[in-house]
């Protein structure tokens, strides 16, 4: 990745990043026990096992790398990028999840969990390097969002490089989309009918059944995945990020929860941090992740946190496909879901290999309960 061409924060912090995203070959053991921290310190944590397990060891590896070890930030955005150039499950990163023009679009944040500051990009175009932009966001200005063909123009002024963003294979994915009919596809109360027709489209009138209708259809979407890390320091810091390439056959301009503070990811070093995935169209109206460490904040457990901030999505919204990750400032962590079998990576202290944890998926509570009592203005 290239880094900003710009005055750079730290030589280490900008050496540590540069090492780890040409090469994570090299290790080192995790003797983070100083100063009364936990043993597991450092730590790194993240949604999905599979092939997202190599974001969890590139971040790892970074923060026990003996000769220049890497700051949580750092460790974020390493394994972020690894997860963006290895196209993590094509939901990551280019060439995954074509728009309804056959475009890929990048979101992309990440959070300081010392000073609460964020640094983010929605719908980012003809950029690879989303964590890094996001990351740059952060680092050179005073602003913690920036979008579409605005944040491709600060980030080619800040040294990144603009290239097509579609593959072979996206574009073969889209081109199989429209001679299936555009289905499925995120159109509501619009002609000709989405069902059937590619459009283009126009809106209809609106009246109380429409309303009631968009509720019902909001059930249960196309799932997609993203990547959520939160990484606690050696030193006991913490910062968390997210990545992702949004939802399949979006609409043009979509931004879903991956950017949004408190929604893709969230992390206070005073109390824990959390990442998330799944229907990022609803999760954002709940504030997931932010209601997961609120909830640490009164006590919860992190497996009672995640459970806790699934299940108030779940009350609304009872297909929801969702997934939570919560570890608190020790290191003690947990998940839930919904909708899937949702998992998790981490890794810490010395522990030789990331290890995965699976998690059933919750059981919506209230189930009495109809969405068509759900309030049309939800």
């Known amino acids: 990745m290239k880094r900003p061409a710009v005055a750079q924060p730290t030589i280490s912090a900008c050496a540590a990043v540069a090492l780890f995203l040409t090469t994570i070959t090299s290790s080192a053991s995790a003797s983070a026990t100083g ?141 199989e989309w429209k001679r299936g009919g555009c289905r499925p596809n995120y159109r509501l109360n619009v002609s000709p009918d989405p069902d059937t027709s590619c459009g283009p489209y126009t809106p209809l009138p609106l009246n109380g059944l429409n309303l009631k209708m968009t509720v019902e259809e909001d059930q249960g979407g196309a799932s997609h995945d993203t990547i959520s890390m939160v990484v606690i320091h050696s030193s006991g810091e913490m910062a968390a990020g997210t990545s992702t390439n949004g939802a399949s056959h979006k609409v043009p301009g979509r931004v879903g929860d991956g950017p949004i503070v408190g929604s893709g990811s969230y992390v206070d070093g005073d109390v824990g941090g959390c990442g998330a995935t799944g229907d990022g169209d609803i999760m954002m109206r709940f504030l997931p992740c932010y209601q997961a460490v609120e909830n640490l904040r009164r006590g919860m457990t992190p497996t009672e946190a995640a459970e806790d901030a699934v299940h108030r999505m779940v009350r609304k919204y009872p297909n929801i496909s969702s997934g939570i990750v919560v570890v608190d400032k020790n290191g003690e962590h947990g998940g839930a879901g919904s909708g899937w079998t949702f998992t998790y990576s981490y890794r810490g202290g010395d522990m030789g290999a990331t290890e995965v944890v699976t998690v059933p998926p919750v059981t919506a509570p209230d189930t009495h309960r109809s969405v068509h009592t759900i309030p049309d203005d939800i």
Not at 49 to 67: E, H, P, R, W
């Open 35 to 175: 100063n009364g921290k936990p043993s597991n310190f450092p730590f790194v944590i993240n949604t999905w096992g599979g092939a997202f397990t190599a974001a969890t060891d590139a971040a790892y590896l970074s923060l026990v790398n003996s000769s220049q070890p890497a700051s949580a930030l750092d460790a974020v955005e390493i394994g972020c990028a690894t997860c963006e150039r290895n196209q993590c499950d094509t939901t990551v990163g280019f060439g995954g999840s074509p728009d309804e023009n056959c475009e890929t679009t990048l979101d992309a944040m990440i959070m300081d969990g010392t000073t609460m500051k964020t640094g983010a990009v929605a719908g980012m175009r003809r950029i690879k390097d989303a964590i890094g932009v996001a990351r740059a966001v952060l680092l050179y200005t005073r602003h913690s969002l920036l979008v579409g063909d605005l944040a491709t123009e600060f980030a080619v002024a800040n040294g990144f490089r603009e290239q097509d963003l579609s593959t072979e294979e996206s574009t073969a994915k889209c081109s």
